[in-house]
């Protein structure tokens, strides 16, 4: 199976290389598609140094302006050719050499979607709140879809890439997980969980997401449970 890897990038030019780098040193067969999302350090840059370096199965999209990870997901998946779509951001917070684990369970045609967790594995924590905040978001998740999975906001979230354009996307930003995740649930699709390693960085380090946008998260999951489709 074939990989698209899609990695939205803001401000991440500390990372960015050795990202790409571990990227590629899986012994996959992929595409990675970088999504530069209106940076306005040297990413953009560092973008164009690392794909006139790879071996032709690297590709850079740009946005003009910042317009968040939703939209630069949804640019990235006009460009996939591959069966499997997968999100990794441009941090070293997840680990490519997941990948296999993540790929494994699409070798049966049933499965249409895995995340992966970070709960199912013995993990650091970012902090207090980051943890169990992500852990009352999968719970919501599970009370309102009758689902069971244990790490909704996971970064790590790969689907079949036909099911992926069919969910039609609308969300610009930290609001797509929730989005995919209630849409993919709404249709009673399961998503098969595999244990992820994490390595997470703080807010000093460049975190981008907040309290606030887990707020966010819990409304979009109360939007799609209670909207028509």
């Not at 040297?42 to 968040?68: D, F, K, P, Y």
């Not at 990794?88 to 249409?112: G, H, S, T, V, W």
Request: charged share 25%; glycine share 6%.
């Amino acid at each position: 199976m074939k990989l698209s890897i899609l990695i939205p990038v803001y401000n991440e030019e500390a990372t960015l290389a050795k990202l790409t780098s571990l990227v590629q040193a899986v012994p996959i067969d992929k595409e990675i598609i970088l999504i530069n999302d209106g940076s306005t350090d040297g990413t953009r840059e560092i973008m164009q140094s690392i794909a006139a370096g790879q071996n032709g199965n690297c590709r850079v999209l740009h946005h003009a302006t910042n317009r968040g990870k939703g939209a630069a997901i949804i640019t990235g998946l006009k460009e996939a050719t591959g069966e499997i779509v997968l999100i990794q951001d441009a941090d070293l917070e997840y680990d490519p050499n997941d990948y296999p684990a993540l790929l494994e369970p699409f070798r049966d045609e049933k499965i249409q979607v895995v995340y992966g967790s970070r709960i199912l594995n013995k993990n650091a924590r970012s902090s207090f709140s980051f943890y169990w905040g992500g852990r009352l978001l999968s719970w919501i998740t599970n009370i309102l879809f009758g689902s069971n999975i244990t790490d909704e906001p996971t970064g790590y979230k790969a689907f079949r890439t036909e099911l992926l354009r069919d969910m039609e996307l609308t969300s610009r930003g930290f609001e797509f997980c929730p989005e995919v995740t209630a849409k993919i649930l709404r249709r009673k699709i399961p998503i098969h969980e595999v244990p992820i390693s994490y390595h997470p960085r703080d807010w000093s380090e460049g975190k981008k997401i907040t309290w606030k946008d887990g707020i966010t998260a819990v409304r979009v999951l109360i939007k799609y449970r209670f909207t028509r489709r």
